[in-house]
């Protein structure tokens, strides 16, 4: 799955359908593009993740999945 990042460093991920996500899962998306030109007609400076954002973002959303429940 190829990752995007938006200029305000968000990341998107480019589903099967070509639709860009705000999260992997595109059920569990609260953003959402209808491809890739449609996000760079909003936001020309998107551009494909680096592996270290990639590793970043993935470590990012399984702290968030992992926290739940629990007391810090």
Excluded at 29 to 53: G, I, K, N, P, V
Aim: proline share 3%; with cysteine.
């Amino acid at each position: 799955m190829k990752m995007y990042i938006a200029s305000d460093g968000w990341p998107f991920y480019q589903q099967k359908d070509g639709t860009l996500t705000d999260t992997p899962n595109a059920r569990d998306c609260d953003l959402s593009y209808d491809s890739l030109d449609q996000l760079l007609s909003f936001d020309e400076d998107t551009r494909e993740a680096t592996l270290d954002e990639r590793k970043r973002w993935a470590k990012v959303r399984y702290e968030h999945n992992n926290s739940f429940g629990k007391v810090k």
